[in-house]
């Protein structure tokens, strides 16, 4: 999403290199516990599989949005500690994943089976079929556990100095209160109990702005001794982007060209996923209108046809305008923030070139 | 378990109170998670269910033995961080129970519905049956995964000095990967991939012996300062104890008094754990003795008769007599353990009677 501080010259911190960095933090750790793991005879698929896992890739935003946070705080060139907490917080990621997969009953993640389907397929060559499916979600279970815990241990080990430890630890305790918070409101949020669009926004807000943004923001900014001042700042930046980036998400998930995203348009409308484009919709619709929603929300069966029905009410609604309206709000409170928060250059030229991107986007 | 150190006159510490008081800071801080929640419109399942789990009871047996080892480093009278960090090592155990209970399917625990049940006849309420189930069970993998984060933040507020801190939380980390182990071990054991004993001690090693007993114990011993040589003198007492202590409940599973265990003698093999007892009966059963045990073995319809016919399997092949040995062996090495520690006699003193206690309880 965002490749390099676009600075002429040579970057003081490269985010292309920084996220390599991190990748490559991530494999080292993962390479000790496996050899760990073989000299004590523990279950070696435990890592292996969380190894797969991150072999498949992903955009690692949260370590990128911290080194964002440490630019906006002048932490200069990167460190060994800022590379170890971003891999802590790409691990942590993992673990919400992996717990998020088996909650779903997700079959595919990055392209791959997801941890609990390919722990399945394991188990299916020494067990019966019923007990493997359900030995493949307990075993995902605990690698999202372990997934946590070894987030912990990389940011305990990264040799940071006293204050500035607590301070993180502070900040890594809000954000994983929020991200739980926000996963178990999503949960339970649903079009049935008639709640209108303050829930989905509240979910976004905790899964989302919080929890991928301005924590992470906040992290990298004291990791580099950024004072309250900064921080709230950082806040304020962060927030309205982690919505818009959200907002479009849903946007995407619906009205996306599938050959851009490579995601099925239908998939948020079978999941039944509760978003502010969905509420806002229901919201205004007509019985009629209401009729269509509600048919094909949560529906497995339903055909390219039907979601070209829901699209339609989507539209005349006016739901996907007021959308529109309100990441392009949230956009423009997150560029004013920028204004006002006047950070250093290249910590000012990262923040926009992300959030243009991730509002922009159309994939 | 341990009801307090009974050293005439006023001990130093009374385990009794201690217990009271880690209890009252959980509480506490739950208080405060509610209030939290109410004013931020979270959702209150989510702390309430992690309420009601806590006053249902417990042994608290990690708060205690980490009081042991406070007392075996000379830590004198309690302080509000040893309070707090007892407190966080039973909300911990919170977490690895109700995940534990989400992956067995338990229903019942502590003598009330499990967390994912509970939260089930919640969801039943505005939820379809079916979706109920999954979302109580999904509900309450998150519920365990904030009983975690919760429990590392009352370690990070227990006002630790900086040397004490990094100490307690490296023990803690290999406290909680070692549970991971030991639980992922005991998932995937079975006594159809035709394992020896060696696999159900390994997992009594890392399940009981380093959880509940070992890391405890050095953590308690850790927040009093102790030196490297006192926690490889607690280590020595620790495992050999922790694995008395679950051969022991292996034992009681299927040859204790229900009405004095307040357990099915039948559950155990209902559920097909795979112990050590079991594990010796295979190795040394006939092909009529094996054909017994197999077919009680994970087999729901079980009747008190299969059970006796199990019994005297254990007991014709000298499986059950074989474990008491093991049993006693341990017993025997924790004492010799204790007596070259040469602790303080209020820690000594409280770990015999924990020995004691754990290893010839009859429940």
Chains 1, 2 share one sequence.
Not at 102 to 130: K, N, Q, Y
Request: glycine share 8%.
């Amino acid at each position: 999403m965002i490749a390099s501080v676009g600075s002429p010259g040579v970057p003081v911190l490269d985010l292309d290199l920084f996220r390599a960095r991190v990748e490559a933090r991530i494999e080292q750790f993962l390479d000790a516990k496996a050899r760990a793991v073989d000299t004590q005879r523990l279950p070696a698929p435990a890592v292996e599989s969380l190894r797969a896992f991150f072999r498949a890739g992903g955009k690692r935003l949260r370590p990128l949005i911290c080194a964002c946070g440490w630019l906006a705080a002048r932490g200069g060139r990167e460190t060994a500690s800022l590379i170890r907490v971003g891999a802590a917080l790409e691990m942590f990621h993992a673990f919400a994943l992996i717990h998020d997969d088996v909650m779903d009953r997700s079959d595919r993640r990055r392209g791959r089976p997801t941890v609990h389907r390919l722990l399945e397929s394991d188990f299916s060559r020494s067990h019966p079929a019923g007990d493997s499916a359900r030995l493949g979600e307990s075993a995902a279970i605990l690698v999202g556990d372990l997934s946590l815990v070894w987030s912990d241990e990389l940011v305990h080990t990264a040799g940071l100095e006293p204050a500035v430890f607590m301070r993180v630890l502070e900040l890594i305790d809000r954000m994983r209160s929020e991200l739980m918070f926000g996963q178990y409101l999503d949960l339970t949020a649903d079009a049935r109990n008639g709640a209108g669009p303050e829930l989905p926004l509240t979910v976004i807000r905790y899964k989302t702005a919080k929890y991928t943004v301005e924590r992470p923001l906040q992290i990298g900014a004291a990791l580099a001794g950024a004072g309250e001042g900064l921080l709230a700042d950082l806040s304020a930046i962060a927030l309205p982007l982690g919505e818009a980036f959200q907002l479009r998400d849903d946007l995407l998930g619906t009205f996306g060209d599938p050959e851009v995203t490579g995601k099925s348009q239908l998939d948020d409308l079978r999941a039944g996923k509760y978003t502010a484009l969905i509420a806002l919709a229901l919201g205004d619709a007509d019985p009629g209108q209401a009729a269509v929603l509600r048919g094909v929300l949560g529906n497995e069966a339903i055909s390219d046809a039907d979601a070209d029905r829901a699209r339609q009410v989507l539209d005349e609604t006016g739901a996907a305008a007021r959308v529109e309206q309100m990441i392009a709000d949230r956009y423009r409170r997150t560029l004013t923030a920028l204004d006002r928060a006047a950070l250093p250059a290249d910590a000012d030229q990262a923040l926009r070139s992300l959030a243009h991107d991730a509002v922009w986007r159309r994939s």
